[in-house]
């Protein structure tokens, strides 16, 4: 089974039970997650990131663009 890269990151530091419980979600919508059947809610993109330290560019790209951020030069 190929785990999602964001959900192998987010199961290094918590449990599938750790990241239910901090969602309020049933560990069989984490299971789904990680097996790749179905993609975290976008409502809750803020507090996955919260729990798991996982950006939420990560979690959807479908949704959110990871842009570069550049200062101007003096």
């Known amino acids: 089974m190929d785990v999602p890269m ?6 290094k530091a918590h449990t599938v039970s750790e990241i239910a ?12 997650w990680k097996t790749g059947k ?9 507090q996955f990131e919260k729990v798991t330290g996982v950006p939420r560019e990560l979690v959807r790209p479908d ?4 842009q570069e951020v550049s200062l101007p030069k003096d």
Do not use: C, H
């Open 21 to 32: 419980k901090g969602l309020g979600v049933s560990r069989q919508a984490v299971y789904a």
């Open 38 to 46: 179905a993609k975290v809610d976008p409502l809750l993109l803020a």
């Open 6 to 11: 964001y959900m192998a990151y987010a199961l």
């Open 63 to 66: 949704i959110f663009v990871r």
